[in-house]
């Protein structure tokens, strides 16, 4: 570099410094193959297979171009039309995984659970809002997979418990006594669809749970 001569720094068609790395959009390449053909020399001129070559780079970069602007443009529809079709879970209820439930007065109750494997012992704990136990039944041995039991809302003595907030809890073990994972579902109104970090949840019974996780959809 001569010395007192400071360099002026390129800019794209949109004014915007071009630093090492930048690309160039298909303006960009056109305005400099019009430049190239301006400023060449007319006693050699560019050779006509030379200059086809560069209008083929000139029309596969706006094919690129305009294919990943169409991308885009898919990505963000099929995006939206997603989101769209959640909002329409508000109000449906839905089987989550989740443990807390609303139990109405004389009501009775669906617990959805399941079990990894075979058990030879499966259980349920049923526990108010303060978290008491407040009844606890004994189920037998169950299969593996999903099950539901019906609980009729009452106590370990048979007595109706009043309506309210309620959580479970479910433990099983096989016939040696090792415990086998199982996992709680609750049924309950979406409240309200959260968009967060590209991902969707649902609010069911207070709980923020990803649609992904949705196992049963009623009307």
Sequence with gaps: MIAGINPIPSTNSEGNSLTSGASLGKNDFLKLLVAQLEHQDPLAPQEGQEFAAQLAQFSSLEQLTNINDNLEASQAFDLALSNSSMVNLIGKTVDAPGNKFELGKGETETLSFSIGEDASEVSIDIFNSAGAN?????LGAQSAGQKEFVWPGTDSSGAPLPAGTYSFGVSAEDSSGNFIEAGTFSAG????????????????????????EISKVSL
Excluded: C, H, P, W
Aim: proline residues 0%.
């Design 189 to 212: 109104v979406v409240s309200d669809i959260l968009f967060d970090e590209g991902e969707t949840f649902a609010i069911v019974n207070g709980q923020k749970v990803s649609v992904n």
């Design 134 to 138: 407040v009844a606890s039944l004994s």
